[in-house]
């Protein structure tokens, strides 16, 4: 397992940027494929974006493809969030997650999350 702290989070106007990174602690980071997943109250969590394990594969979700990027460097054990053109349907709690194979779009397909992040976007 890989445990995973989220930062970066904060309150921004729309059409600003955010970065949110994931750092991971553990030996085996690589061989996980990473998401990025958010929960706004009362509402079920959504995936956001996802990489695969050596981050030649990436996934985005429709409401963000174009705004969104997801990166990562295995070195450092770390996964970055890029935000722009941030909307206030944005606003939500993000999550980082960590998954024992391939790039999955589902929340069950990861077994490893942060704390999570506010992320707020004013109109």
């Known amino acids: 397992q890989v445990q995973l702290v989220e930062s970066g989070g904060g309150l921004v106007q729309a059409g600003g940027s955010l970065r949110l990174s994931c750092a991971a602690s553990g030996r085996t980071f690589s061989l996980y494929a990473m998401g990025w997943f958010r929960q706004a109250p009362g509402k079920e969590r959504e995936f956001v974006a996802g990489?695969?394990?050596?981050?030649?594969?990436?996934r985005y979700a429709d409401s963000v493809k174009g705004r969104f990027t997801i990166s990562r460097d295995n070195a450092k054990n770390t996964v970055l969030l890029q935000m722009n053109s941030l909307k206030p349907e944005d606003t939500a709690v993000y999550y980082c997650?960590?998954?024992?194979?391939?790039?999955?779009?589902?929340?069950?397909?990861?077994?490893?999350w942060g704390q999570g992040t506010q992320v707020t976007i004013s109109p």
């Open positions: 990489i695969s394990q050596r981050g030649s594969s990436t």
């Open positions: 997650a960590a998954g024992g194979g391939p790039l999955m779009t589902t929340a069950v397909a990861y077994d490893n």
